[in-house]
């Protein structure tokens, strides 16, 4: 790996250099901040319905990842209006943001729509898991109620994409913060019954979930259609549906939504099929992919400022710099990442501790020293997946969606899914060759997105329309304090 190898070499001087390190963390530690708020925001929730009870903690991990799987279609696909708005600041087209933008919110009115008539066929789904009557009655009814949310979820995505293609992503940590801070005092009232709240269980939870978004969302709204916005973007003007502009988000979006789907429909298969081991097996993985995300999220971050920094790059016709800002964001979430799968060996109990804390000791001992162990496993493809994160970011920001959809979907299919199914189904495996083999599937896709960066087919790509002018300086939005 001589590419690899050179760009650590060359780490040192990077600081302060175009394409360096302070330029990218200008953009990507709002977007940490805001990712791990997420995730903070799920590690809660999940640790509340662990004091709960197991069944809700081991209902809630796979009835929200098959939301989610529904979900990351409309969610990544509304998510690259983001590589748009960058690729146009980069080429002097700020007056195309704003219709972009409307495009994906006409794009999450669909799935929102889609989402409720997901509604009607939750008890169907669960019952396909073979989890038994009491899990497969609570994953419904979460499931179920997440269905609300949809629409509020994918807007904000869209609307979202404003200022993370402008590079300003302040904004985008402060309402992630809110919707955590929303999210989880709902939580604790709704899921225990308090501050006059009725006790609902997994139920408050979800419910917590979908408020919260909503929540995020008018915020957005109210930001982004200020006049001083729209007169620079055409953030209201360019409220009419766009045939054309749509037709080129679907053709770049869809795959980068298929792939997002793919991924996470690999990993709700693969906890259904974990739940056929027991809820100790489920418990713990779940808690287990839940200390995961803490990490994970943070490093999503870092993803996101990539691609936006490549999508500017490229519109302002700089591949050079595009591979310069790549490498600088690989360098950093390595050293990050590193650091954390030291800690889920030798310090785990730090991150399992808050699950305990609240849980019947003897009830969850089992489920605890189970999650120890499983968290080996993440310490040894946490490592892998930066280079999954950070390269597949970077060839998604120039447009190179297909070859990541089709990735992800060949590997899930024949190196996570199937062969989880057969160990388990065939050969009556336990938790931990499953988790063998998600490790296995997790680097084969690190070292595919590594190798088709070094190919350099992603420097030729763009995703918008030609055009005359290559101003590379971001502008300023007049009255927008906020937005800084």
Request: aromatic share 14%; net charge positive.
């Amino acid at each position: 790996m001589p590419g690899f190898i050179s760009s650590l070499l060359s780490a040192r001087g990077r600081w302060k250099t175009e394409g360096g390190y302070r330029e990218l963390l200008t953009v990507a530690l709002p977007l940490i901040i805001s990712t791990g708020s997420w995730s903070v925001q799920h590690f809660v929730d999940r640790m509340f319905l662990a004091w709960y009870s197991p069944e809700a903690v081991a209902a809630s991990m796979p009835a929200g990842n098959t939301n989610f799987t529904f979900l990351s279609l409309f969610i990544g696909t509304a998510s690259f209006a983001g590589t748009f708005v960058a690729q146009y600041i980069g080429a002097g087209k700020k007056d195309r943001v704003g219709p972009v933008i409307w495009q994906g919110l006409y794009l999450a009115l669909i799935g929102g729509l889609a989402h409720l008539a997901l509604m009607r066929f939750s008890g169907d789904i669960f019952a396909l898991a073979g989890h038994g009557a009491a899990l497969e009655a609570l994953e419904s009814e979460y499931f179920r109620i997440l269905c609300l949310g949809a629409f509020p979820a994918i807007g904000s995505t869209a609307l979202s994409s404003y200022y993370i293609g402008l590079g300003k992503t302040m904004p985008v940590m402060w309402i992630n913060v809110f919707n955590t801070v929303v999210n989880l005092v709902l939580d604790y009232a709704m899921i225990f019954g308090k501050w006059g709240f009725p006790e609902m269980g997994i139920s408050g939870a979800a419910y917590a979930t979908v408020f919260a978004g909503l929540a995020g969302f008018l915020v957005y709204i109210v930001l982004i259609f200020r006049p001083s916005v729209n007169a620079v973007f055409g953030t209201l003007s360019g409220w009419r549906f766009d045939r054309a502009l749509f037709g080129r988000l679907m053709r770049f979006g869809l795959p980068n939504g298929i792939q997002f789907f793919i991924d996470v429909a690999g990993f709700a298969a693969f906890l259904l099929l974990v739940g056929r081991l027991g809820t100790v097996s489920l418990a713990a993985t779940t808690i287990a992919f839940n200390i995961n995300t803490l990490a994970f999220m943070p490093m999503i971050g870092f993803g996101i400022a990539v691609s936006t920094k490549v999508g500017q790059y490229i519109g302002g016709g700089n591949p050079a710099l595009a591979e310069k800002v790549s490498w600088s964001g690989f360098h950093l979430t390595f050293i990050y990442m590193a650091f954390i799968a030291s800690l889920y060996v030798f310090a785990p109990w730090v991150f399992i501790a808050p699950f305990a804390s609240g849980a019947g000791p003897e009830a969850f001992r089992e489920i605890a020293e189970l999650a120890v162990l499983l968290l080996r496993f993440v310490a040894v493809y946490s490592l892998l997946d930066t280079c999954n994160i950070i390269f597949a970011a970077a060839i998604k920001g120039a447009g190179d969606t297909r070859f990541v959809m089709i990735m992800i979907a060949v590997l899930s299919l024949t190196v996570l899914v199937a062969p989880t199914y057969i160990a388990i189904a065939v050969f009556g495996a336990g938790i931990l060759i499953c988790w063998a083999i998600s490790t296995v599937y997790v680097c084969l896709l690190g070292l595919a997105f590594y190798l088709r960066f070094r190919g350099g087919k992603w420097k030729s790509m763009k995703v918008i329309e030609e055009v005359v002018s290559v101003p590379t300086i971001l502008p300023d939005v007049p009255g927008a304090e906020l937005d800084h």
